[in-house]
């Protein structure tokens, strides 16, 4: 591009969280490069709705637990496209609850590959560039999203919780060694249900309208509200960093509070 405008790079460019931080930053002046697995229809779409808005964008499909695919496409943006200044890795690992002798090797593993691995390895081939920015006083930022999985292990989440789990440990690793030299990290602890359609959406079917039915009017993450959290993370100043958040709705329980103890639960009947 021409004007080799900062990049916004998101791997896990849904319908959700992902497009529409894309939006988010593509409004505020970033090219949004959307990245996900499939569905080209609707990867155009969401970069089509972006350019209608007057934003620059560009989607591609990626296979992010294939070897290289991670690495290669920050290798291309960075050449063709421009430098990457913040970047989003909204990949989930959710495959639903499973008990333990019904979670094979193979699913467990693609878990932590797309849960935990792909941070390592976006982190790896993006931030030498942005550290040698960062010394010439452009700071970057790796924004995580993660989930209720990352804080605390449910029963028949074996696979998404630790891979959740890692992903934070991570991030707090990378933070550590990173902040310092310019780079702010991130992690985004989205503890309740959010109105995406290609991930919640997808994992309960049919049932979907009927749950956010259910939830209330303000039971569900609107994933545009989200998104400013986002851009908010992202456009903070060195003295003021946030390294972990989390967000639900207002008529939900925080993680830590959920399942009371009822012999020190105030809102338990006597």
Same mark, same amino acid.
């Given at each position: 591009?021409?004007? *080799?405008?900062?990049?916004? %790079? $998101?791997?896990? =460019?849904?319908?959700?969280?992902? /497009?529409? &931080?894309?939006?988010?930053?593509? +409004?505020?002046?970033?090219?949004?490069?959307?990245?996900?697995?499939?569905?080209?229809?609707?990867?155009?779409?969401?970069?089509?709705?972006?350019?209608?808005?007057?934003?620059?964008?560009?989607?591609?499909?990626?296979?992010?637990?294939?070897?290289?695919?991670?690495?290669?496409?920050?290798?291309?943006?960075?050449?063709?496209?421009?430098?990457?200044?913040?970047?989003?890795?909204?990949?989930?690992?959710?495959?639903?609850?499973?008990?333990?002798?019904?979670?094979?090797?193979?699913?467990?593993?693609?878990?932590?590959?797309?849960?935990?691995?792909?941070?390592?390895?976006?982190?790896?081939?993006?931030?030498?560039?942005?550290?040698?920015?960062?010394?010439?006083? *452009?700071?970057?930022?790796? %924004? $995580?999203?993660? =989930?209720?999985?990352?804080?605390? /292990?449910? &029963?028949?989440?074996?696979?998404? +919780?630790?891979?959740?789990?890692?992903?934070?440990?991570?991030?707090?690793?990378?933070?550590?060694?990173?902040?310092?030299?310019?780079?702010?990290?991130?992690?985004?602890?989205?503890?309740?249900?959010?109105?995406?359609?290609?991930?919640?959406?997808?994992?309960?079917?049919?049932?979907?309208?009927?749950?956010?039915?259910?939830?209330?009017?303000?039971?569900?993450?609107?994933?545009?509200?989200?998104?400013?959290?986002?851009?908010?993370?992202?456009?903070?100043?060195?003295?003021?960093?946030?390294?972990?958040?989390?967000?639900?709705?207002?008529?939900?329980?925080?993680?830590?509070?959920?399942?009371?103890?009822?012999?020190?639960?105030?809102?338990?009947?006597?």
């Amino acid at each position: 591009m021409a004007d *080799r405008k900062p990049v916004f %790079l $998101v791997i896990g =460019a849904g319908a959700g969280i992902g /497009g529409h &931080a894309a939006k988010r930053f593509a +409004a505020g002046g970033y090219h949004a490069v959307l990245a996900r697995r499939s569905d080209e229809k609707g990867l155009q779409r969401l970069v089509g709705q972006i350019e209608d808005a007057g934003g620059s964008a560009s989607g591609l499909l990626l296979n992010a637990s294939e070897d290289g695919a991670i690495e290669d496409l920050v290798a291309q943006v960075e050449q063709d496209i421009g430098p990457i200044e913040s970047a989003l890795y909204n990949l989930g690992a959710q495959i639903g609850n499973r008990k333990l002798h019904d979670t094979p090797h193979r699913t467990f593993e693609l878990g932590w590959r797309l849960g935990c691995y792909g941070v390592f390895r976006l982190a790896h081939a993006m931030f030498p560039a942005m550290v040698e920015r960062a010394n010439n006083g *452009r700071n970057g930022s790796l %924004l $995580v999203t993660s =989930a209720t999985s990352a804080v605390r /292990g449910n &029963a028949g989440q074996h696979s998404h +919780a630790a891979a959740m789990g890692g992903r934070r440990m991570l991030c707090q690793t990378l933070n550590a060694e990173f902040g310092p030299q310019g780079i702010h990290v991130a992690h985004i602890v989205v503890d309740g249900a959010v109105d995406a359609p290609d991930t919640l959406g997808k994992l309960l079917g049919d049932k979907f309208e009927a749950f956010k039915q259910s939830k209330g009017e303000e039971g569900v993450i609107d994933p545009a509200a989200l998104a400013e959290t986002y851009w908010h993370l992202a456009q903070q100043p060195k003295n003021c960093w946030t390294h972990e958040v989390d967000a639900r709705p207002w008529t939900d329980v925080a993680w830590w509070n959920d399942n009371p103890n009822s012999a020190i639960d105030t809102q338990a009947k006597r």
